[in-house]
């Protein structure tokens, strides 16, 4: 279960070992980010005497999009060389090396400690890779593992990853405070306890009290300026050093004269020393046999006749060397695991002992219980000291309350004490550090926009109010007072974030993109594809509740970003992966012939603009988004007359105004103006060419032209034809909508009525389809189908009804059917013309004004 906290001593990411190569000069920039940088910030006197050319390559070999809070920051990390590898170590050997290795070892066994180090070295070798190709592929400024993964992946997934990695940097400063408290209050002041009641409650409050004052006092300190931090980070690292030496001291030492570290047994049961010297029943002081402090423990009195505990009775106290040396033999008894049920006694094997039941009172306290289903026998003790023990022995109360790597240590356990109380300090504040700024930069980026607020600061550019929020959210893993809990929350977000860094190398490297030219060659897709799949595979390792929560807690965030955040375009690989694959599925498309199960109608709706370039017909959007529901294709369309050259920038006006009024009808679809020397040429050109390889429309959707018998101008009845004849040459469906400015729009509801349909010729279908397709939308979702067929006066009425039912209950529609009997004279129109009878359409082609070759076309 607890494997989970020594996974988190390499998941820390490693952002600023990056940065000095991510800003080498020599770095490939890209253009669009040069973009932001001032070319013209010199005053006009400079900029005449420096050559333009030489000016601007000495802004793009110089950029940077940097605050001057962070400059400063960087200047000081420039200063000091080793400041990324300081910062770093800090944060790998800190809380959980000292404190919980051991604890680990014991837990899983020498093999299976191996086994979760190298799983962990290879996900960090693996994402350092990855890692390395992203930075020196452009400048990488505040933001880090952010700024790679958002301008790789795009603001959806940045914006995710961000957040989630600045909350696991943030309770990664309040793992490290509590470490700090625990080593305080444990092994160097323990009589400094506030509460002094000896419960879990009580621990839990001292730890809570104590850490909120150290939070303070090192926010304080980086409220002042991140250059005490980066002075006390050096200090803090030789402390560690030295405290890691001394354990290797140690470990030599044991081959010569193992330490004196003793546990006692009672039977083949370890007990916590921390209430008693000597591991004995009694003893003889000036000829007298005394009782020792551990008969008081056993005994209901310190009398000799005393009743004592039935299993101390049996037993004999046997006293062993904790770490016997590394040439006992101990290690290869003990390089696997032993598991067991929660809250058993450790025993030790082949150790003599009289059985006896352990009775339910305060005396099972004095003994070392498995915890956390977990145990390991006491034949680990040796080179790494301890089981998974109930909480006190974890702190080295069965070893008179020293830290348990502390025993290894020359030549003083001090020596650890010290190194990890340091470590924890400067892991703390260098994480109160890093998460401001990361903050900072997401909220500068303007994709969350409540987060905006926090990208404001001093005059420097310190995110104050970034800090602010830190605080507040550290102090939360403080009040959760256990360094165990509050590890595997850690452990998700990093891990979160390695795993798509490595997706966003593997995504620009298959991709291909012509920015993609990273200094750094040692890198593959697999390799990033395999740290990938790795670090998911650890999340559910670990913990598959917490990975789940932070799952869905980047989910959450992805989908926020992408219904409220702002629109940035950074060229990401994820619109490089969709281009990708419309590609491939346009020629997918174009490969096959759609089938008929398949078809539904793909609109190219003819749109017309007013003299201001506004939509003349808005319900016909409307009418558009209530019979496609976003489904399929929609391409909007539009011409003006004249030439491109003189009407380029109208063009434009009209495309954005087309698409202010689809977002006004929450349609989805495609908007395209173009210029053309007539209305009939330009419509002509989008019926032939709109849509793109497979997606391209089948059916055309206009307007009827309004006032066309009075208006003496014949163009629009011209170009109407003309639509209709090339529509029907196209093999297309066409749509006019009649009277459309009296359709209900979108926030309409009608409460009753009916959509009625003659069906008079058979059409393959479309003429059911469309008032099917409209019932769909809310607006009609309340309206009832009406079929009306003709039939002659001879006909079988009765059994056409029955039959044109039974074809609409194959067809799965649910219409009312109407059969209209009809005499031959009337009907004869419908069976040669169709539409009207030839008296009709010769009378209307008159109306139309047209020219007599026009009218026998027509005929």
């Not at 398949?598 to 609109?603: G, H, V």
């Not at 003349?616 to 976003?630: C, E, I, N, V």
């Not at 109208?650 to 009024?661: I, M, R, S, V």
């Amino acid at each position: 279960m607890y494997i989970y906290i020594y996974i988190y001593i390499y998941i820390y990411t490693h952002t600023y070992i990056y940065k000095e190569t991510a800003q080498d000069p020599q770095a490939p920039r890209p253009l669009a980010e040069v973009e932001d940088a001032s070319l013209c910030d010199k005053p006009p006197e400079e900029m005449d005497s420096t050559p333009m050319v030489a000016s601007l390559l000495n802004k793009l070999a110089n950029y940077t999009n940097l605050t001057q809070g962070v400059r400063e920051h960087e200047e000081a990390e420039d200063g000091n060389r080793r400041a990324p590898v300081v910062v770093q170590s800090l944060n790998i050997l800190g809380v959980i090396l000292f404190l919980r290795l051991t604890w680990i070892v014991g837990a899983a066994g020498i093999l299976g400690s191996f086994a979760i180090v190298s799983m962990c070295c290879i996900c960090t070798l693996l994402t350092a890779i990855s890692m390395s190709a992203i930075a020196t592929n452009g400048v990488v400024p505040a933001g880090g593992s952010y700024y790679m993964i958002s301008r790789s992946l795009g603001p959806e997934f940045g914006g995710a990853v961000g957040l989630c990695f600045y909350l696991g940097t943030t309770f990664a400063g309040s793992l490290y405070i509590l470490g700090t408290i625990e080593i305080l209050l444990i092994y160097i002041v323990p009589t400094a306890t506030v509460f002094k009641d000896n419960t879990e409650d009580a621990k839990n409050n001292n730890m809570r009290v104590y850490g909120t004052c150290c939070l303070l006092l090192m926010a304080l300190v980086v409220f002042v300026g991140v250059k005490y931090v980066n002075k006390l980070a050096l200090v803090f690292l030789s402390c560690v050093i030295l405290s890691i030496m001394a354990t290797y001291a140690g470990a030599i030492k044991t081959l010569i004269e193992p330490p004196e570290f003793s546990v006692c047994l009672l039977g083949n049961r370890s007990l916590k020393n921390e209430m008693f010297e000597k591991c004995a029943k009694v003893e003889i002081i000036k000829n007298r046999t005394v009782p020792t402090k551990l008969w008081d423990i056993f005994c209901d009195s310190h009398y000799p006749n005393a009743t004592c505990d039935e299993y101390f009775t049996l037993n004999n106290l046997t006293e062993i060397q904790a770490i016997p040396g590394l040439l006992s033999g101990v290690i290869k008894e003990n390089l696997w695991s032993n598991y067991g049920p929660a809250r058993q006694v450790i025993e030790k094997q082949n150790q003599p002992s009289v059985p006896a039941p352990t009775p339910k009172t305060d005396k099972e306290q004095n003994y070392v219980f498995s915890d956390i289903a977990t145990f390991f026998t006491l034949r680990f003790l040796v080179l790494f000291v301890l089981v998974m023990f109930q909480n006190p022995c974890l702190f080295g109360e069965s070893i008179k309350r020293t830290p348990v790597i502390g025993v290894l240590a020359w030549p003083s356990p001090w020596v650890i004490v010290i190194g990890s109380f340091f470590s924890c300090c400067g892991a703390g504040l260098q994480s109160l550090t890093g998460a401001p700024r990361l903050l900072q930069a997401i909220a500068r980026d303007g994709i969350i926009p409540f987060l905006q607020v926090f990208g404001h600061g001093k005059a420097n550019g310190e995110p104050t109010w970034a800090l602010l929020l830190t605080v507040g959210i550290c102090e939360i893993g403080i009040l959760i007072a256990s360094l165990d809990d509050v590890a595997p929350i850690l452990s998700m977000f990093f891990l979160m974030c390695y795993l798509f860094v490595n997706l966003a190398c593997a995504v620009q490297t298959l991709l291909c993109t012509p920015n993609w030219r990273p200094r750094f060659k040692f890198y593959h897709w697999t390799l990033s594809f395999l740290g990938m799949s790795l670090s998911l595979s650890l999340m559910f390792i670990c913990s598959w509740y917490y990975a789940l929560v932070a799952v869905v807690i980047a989910g959450c965030i992805y989908k926020y970003i992408e219904y409220r955040g702002a629109v940035k375009e950074w060229g990401d690989g994820i619109r490089g992966l969709s281009l990708n694959a419309a590609r491939f599925a346009l020629i997918h498309l174009e490969e096959a012939p759609l089938h008929t199960k398949n078809w539904r109608p793909q609109l190219l709706v003819l749109c017309k603009l007013d003299s201001d370039l506004a939509v003349k017909h808005p319900r016909l959007l409307s009418f558009t988004s209530q019979l496609k529901a976003g489904k399929g294709l929609t391409i909007v369309c539009s011409v003006l007359e004249g030439t491109y050259m003189t009407h380029k920038e109208d063009a434009k006006t009209g495309e954005q105004n087309l698409k202010k009024a689809m977002t006004a009808e929450k349609m989805k679809g495609f908007s395209h103006v173009v210029v053309s020397s007539s209305l009939r040429d330009g419509f002509s050109i989008m019926i032939q060419s709109a849509g793109l390889g497979g997606m391209k429309h089948n059916a055309v959707l206009m307007a009827w032209p309004a006032g066309w018998k009075q208006a003496q101008d014949s163009s629009a009845r011209k170009n109407f034809i003309e639509t209709v004849r090339e529509t029907t040459s196209a093999h297309q469906a066409l749509l006019v909508a009649k009277n459309i400015d009296r359709f209900p729009d979108n926030q309409e509801r009608l409460k009753e009525g009916t959509i009625d349909v003659w069906w008079i010729v058979h059409d393959g279908g479309l003429l059911m389809l469309l008032p099917f397709l409209l019932m769909q939308h809310k607006v009609w979702r309340k309206c009832r189908m009406r079929i009306f067929t003709v039939a002659q006066m001879d006909d079988n009425s009765i059994q056409m009804k029955k039959d044109l039912e039974t074809f609409l209950y194959h067809l799965r529609l649910d219409a009312v059917v109407e059969v209209v009997e009809m005499h031959d004279s009337d009907i004869s129109a419908f069976t040669y013309e169709k539409t009207l009878m030839m008296e009709q359409r010769s009378q209307m082609l008159k109306q139309m004004q047209l020219s007599r070759t026009e009218r026998e076309r027509e005929v």
